[in-house]
């Protein structure tokens, strides 16, 4: 049972280059996030899940598309990398009436 | 728009001393409210707390809610360095689809 898996860890991204963020969960879990946790600061929501095929934005959106075809796996895009998007991405999911498990995070880096 | 707010923001002990973490929130649909310790990589899970009242304890940690005042507290005594991480308040709404995170603790426990 590995949980949470994101990939990758760490990511170097050029100004206006494009990549995805990759999280699959193995515990049958409805609820999806991604969430972003800037230096110093707490995790603010980007985008959610409550199961296949439905997403929604969260607080921070801008910049960034989901999918949600399958009920393990909530990839992450950014289309056009700008500097405002260092940041450490987490991934997280969650069962209906359960606690929450959170990847182990990528850490993005746009120059 | 959902709200939470830790203090303090930062907070360097001894070890062996005792520290009271503050978490306050305003929600318009509150479910429960969890605590997170954060080292170097994901949040992990310490609590969730629902009820009023209730403490919730596992060894030197302890967490109250007050629904009242809408406000909890994290308590450690007899800190280790251990202990010194960043420690998470979120709040979860009732329809369970996300969580507000507040900016965090950042707790420096000293030999």
């Known amino acids: 049972n590995a949980g949470v898996t994101q990939t990758p860890k760490f990511r170097i991204l050029k100004i206006g280059q494009s990549m995805t963020l990759q999280c699959t969960q193995d515990m049958n879990h409805n609820y999806m996030y991604w969430y972003r946790q800037d230096p110093g600061m707490g995790l603010k929501l980007i985008y959610y899940s409550v199961g296949a095929g439905i997403t929604d934005k969260g607080e921070v959106p801008n910049g960034y598309n989901v999918s949600r075809s399958t009920t393990e796996d909530f990839p992450l895009r950014l289309e056009l990398a700008a500097p405002s998007q260092t940041s450490v991405y987490f991934c997280?999911?969650?069962?209906?009436?359960?606690?929450?498990?959170f990847g182990s995070g990528t850490r993005l880096t746009v120059v | 728009e959902d709200k939470v707010v830790q203090s303090p923001l930062s907070l360097v002990v001894h070890e062996g001393d005792t520290v009271t973490l503050n978490c306050s929130y305003e929600v318009t649909n509150f479910r429960s409210l969890l605590w997170y310790k954060q080292e170097k990589k994901a949040p992990t899970f310490l609590f969730m707390l629902?009820?009023?009242?209730i403490e919730k304890k596992s060894g030197r940690l302890s967490s109250i809610l007050d629904k009242k005042e809408l406000f909890s507290i994290l308590n450690i005594t007899a800190t280790q360095t251990g202990d010194s991480a960043v420690y998470l308040c979120?709040?979860?709404?009732?329809?369970?689809?996300?969580?507000?995170f507040g900016e965090g603790t950042q707790l420096t426990v000293n030999p």
């Open positions: 997280a999911s969650r069962h209906t009436n359960y606690g929450y498990t």
């Open positions: 629902t009820s009023s009242g």
């Open positions: 979120a709040v979860a709404e009732t329809s369970g689809s996300r969580l507000t």
